[in-house]
């Protein structure tokens, strides 16, 4: 069954550090895997998505993250945190089968410091 | 207008009332979800529908019903709230598999 975890529920970074959130799944199928962004009393938010193309994705707002198969990892970094980037992120992964539901992780909350 | 509208934004409730969330969308999207968020717990899937006359439970879908009424409208119904479903709720949508979800802006609920 696929699945996903992400380390660490809260991230803290200090403005203009390098933002490293942390994704690995697991899946029996080719995954398809995306990140997804919720600001304060808001929906989710696409910020990227990869579907077997190219390993780095690069998304809005200067994140991307990269798929490594051999770690089964798909990590999102942004170079430089800005204040607007507090928020929370949730990695997803397609479920195998022919309902291809999307499988959230737990979500990391980031936090960014002046 | 946003692609994917729930209704109401924020709903208090008392304990055993029935009570019905509301979601249209203007994707065209055949797919249709019911999630719900809890704080350290992510999303949670209820419900979901690939089409007018297909319904499917998700993996928490007890204490939970829904109505899929038209290809652009998915409501869910909690029969008789209790507290332990005071939660936010998204209704979602997607194309084919394989495609990003378009998420609504949620609904607070909270049962007393």
């Known amino acids: 069954a696929q699945s996903v975890t992400q380390l660490g529920s809260h991230v803290s970074v200090s403005e203009g550090a390098l933002v490293l959130l942390r994704c690995n799944y697991s899946?029996?199928?080719?995954?398809?895997l995306f990140w997804y962004v919720q600001y304060p009393n808001q929906g989710l938010q696409l910020l990227l998505k990869?579907?077997?193309?190219?390993?780095l994705v690069k998304g809005i707002n200067d994140f991307e993250a990269e798929f490594k198969k051999s770690e089964t990892s798909f990590h999102l970094t942004k170079p430089s945190a800005h204040m607007s980037d507090a928020a929370e992120y949730f990695c997803?992964?397609?479920?195998?089968?022919?309902?291809?539901?999307?499988?959230f992780g737990k979500g990391t909350k980031l936090s960014v410091k002046p | 207008d946003a692609d994917v509208t729930q209704t109401p934004r924020n709903r208090i409730t008392k304990t055993g009332k029935r009570i019905m969330l509301e979601c249209s969308q203007t994707k065209g999207h055949d797919r249709m979800y019911w999630y719900r968020q809890d704080p350290g717990l992510g999303l949670r899937l209820i419900y979901y529908?690939?089409?007018?006359?297909?319904?499917n439970k998700g993996e928490i879908s007890d204490g939970y019903s829904v109505s899929r009424q038209a290809q652009a409208k998915f409501s869910l119904s909690l029969e008789s709230a209790i507290p332990n479903q005071t939660a936010l709720y998204f209704c979602a949508t997607r194309g084919q598999p394989g495609t990003e979800a378009f998420f609504g802006q949620g609904t607070r609920l909270t049962v007393v």
């Open positions: 990869y579907t077997s193309a190219a390993t």
């Open positions: 997803a992964v397609r479920e195998g089968g022919s309902q291809g539901n999307l499988i």
């Open positions: 529908s690939f089409d007018v006359k297909d319904i």
């Open positions: 899946s029996s199928v080719p995954p398809y």
